[in-house]
């Protein structure tokens, strides 16, 4: 029997993981190739700082990326989890590392915009009824007891 395509929803579930990913992955990239430049300038957050939450957050991106195409059930909550945590690390990175910009209120809708589409598309009733089907395909694993 074919699998049914994936739901429009997922897939843009599918494509904020992406981002977040690539965007942890070039984080990390950078950061290995300047981190001369970096330490030059005297950067405000240390190459450590960096170089880990780039590869946190590839490392997570991926996880997530198999969990939504493998259709886990902890996948949807999962990516949701993910861009909230990604807005407090840009929110705190802004705030308390970074220079005052005058761009405030266009941060602060496209961040309350970024969060209503992450949860809209979560709690759609295609990407809960996407996921859910994982577990129905599934065989229980069945236990000998020939020895």
Request: no cysteine; glycine share 8%.
């Given at each position: 029997?074919?699998?049914?395509?994936?739901?429009?929803?997922?897939?843009?579930?599918?494509?904020?993981?992406?981002?977040?990913?690539?965007?942890?992955?070039?984080?990390?990239?950078?950061?290995?190739?300047?981190?001369?430049?970096?330490?030059?300038?005297?950067?405000?957050?240390?190459?450590?700082?960096?170089l880990?939450?780039?590869?946190?957050?590839?490392?997570?991106?991926?996880?997530?990326?198999?969990?939504?195409?493998?259709?886990?059930?902890?996948?949807?909550?999962?990516?949701?989890?993910?861009?909230?945590?990604?807005?407090?690390?840009?929110?705190?990175?802004?705030?308390?590392?970074?220079?005052?910009?005058?761009?405030?209120?266009?941060?602060?809708t496209?961040?309350?915009?970024l969060?209503?589409?992450?949860?809209?598309?979560?709690?759609?009733?295609?990407?809960?009824?996407?996921?859910?089907?994982?577990?129905?395909?599934?065989?229980?694993?069945?236990?000998?007891?020939?020895?």
């Amino acid at each position: 029997m074919p699998e049914k395509r994936r739901p429009f929803g997922v897939t843009l579930l599918l494509g904020m993981v992406l981002l977040l990913t690539a965007w942890g992955a070039t984080r990390f990239a950078a950061v290995l190739r300047w981190q001369d430049v970096l330490a030059e300038f005297d950067s405000s957050l240390s190459v450590l700082y960096l170089l880990a939450t780039g590869a946190g957050w590839g490392a997570a991106g991926g996880v997530l990326v198999f969990g939504i195409l493998r259709r886990k059930r902890w996948a949807a909550a999962g990516a949701f989890t993910a861009v909230i945590l990604w807005l407090v690390e840009y929110w705190v990175e802004r705030l308390f590392f970074e220079t005052s910009r005058a761009n405030l209120p266009f941060a602060l809708t496209v961040s309350a915009l970024l969060i209503a589409l992450a949860g809209t598309l979560t709690n759609l009733p295609r990407t809960q009824s996407y996921f859910a089907k994982s577990e129905a395909h599934e065989q229980p694993v069945e236990k000998s007891n020939s020895a």
